[in-house]
């Protein structure tokens, strides 16, 4: 009996194998049996059909590459839906090979037994099933792989809105201790201290918050409006002055710097592009931060001196969570690795772009080219 034929004939013994191993499984407590069943036959159905399938030499090269062409149908396979129940059952990817070599292992023992010694055709169809099987585990890794990432961008976005409230509320109560003076005069800096690391806390939550907008398909959404940026350099500065306040920072403002753009949003890509400045130069040199106005663009560079980026690094630097090789990179903590990644889809929303130089003698510079009118808006 050909591999096909048999598993057509003999599902509800292989299930039956399928199931008790997939009883033994940590987390399967509660486990809805019925749709278990149901996936593992799909998924037999299918390469059932698969086997009996003509496939050409080429294709049989294509499908062992692990390219065999993508589901369109508009349901899920067999093998997807199970790959989502996984993740939603709390099942490590793990875990579900392991079930997957169980169903293999069953269908492979039993068909095997029952057919005593190998034909050439035989060999045939169990190259033909492994490569169908293969298909399924692909299949149920990317849906698993999806349903996790989307839990977890779900379960990132309701902590950060769900934090804003309290942290704001932290901030004003600081910022009233400060202004009102209702401490010593000993412990004020205590109380800026504290102001300053709630306003970080704020920074790094705004960056993880739109890392996450970003990874559920939703782009930065900016709302230009006609201003002047020398504002928001100046701004941005100043709050980074009172956040490192042992550091020098040096502004150059020149030539018109009015045009339409989001002051809110340029201002968080400038003070994640000036808080990288500091967090990488030299403490006993300045971080200069310039704009310039030209004829219908405005360019604004961060620039700081210091130990310079490795040449391998600077075509990811701008990925979301970006770990340089240099030591000095991954030593502050506090640091999410996703600044210079929101400064970069800030510029990109605006229509301009974010380059980066580094080398001995002039320092590592961060330029901003942003077009006067966003197109579009």
Known sequence: MRLSDFIDANIDPILDEWVAFARKQAGSEGMDLDTLRDHASGMLRTIAKDLRTPQTSAEQVVKSQGEAPPDVSPTESAAQSHGTGRARDGFTVGEMMAEFRALRASVLRLWTESRGDLARADLQDLMRFNEAMDQAMV?????????????????????????????????????????????????????????????RMGHMLDDLLDFTRSRMGTSIAITPRQINLATVVGDAVDEMRSASPHHVFDVQLTGDLRGKFDGVRLSQALINLIGNAVQHGSASAPVTVTARGEADHVVIEVRNVGPTIDPQDISGLFSPFKRLRRGVQASDAHHLGLGLFIADQIVLAHGGRLEVTSNAEQGTRFAVHLPRVVKGK
Request: glycine residues 4%.
């Open 139 to 199: 299949e149920s890794v990317a849906t698993y792989t999806g349903a996790v990432d989307q839990s977890h961008d779900l379960f990132v976005a309701i902590l950060g809105h769900d934090l804003r409230t309290p942290l704001h509320m932290i901030t004003l109560v600081a910022e009233h201790v400060l202004g009102a003076k209702l401490v010593d005069a000993p412990h004020l800096p205590l109380i800026a201290r504290a102001m300053r690391s709630a306003r």
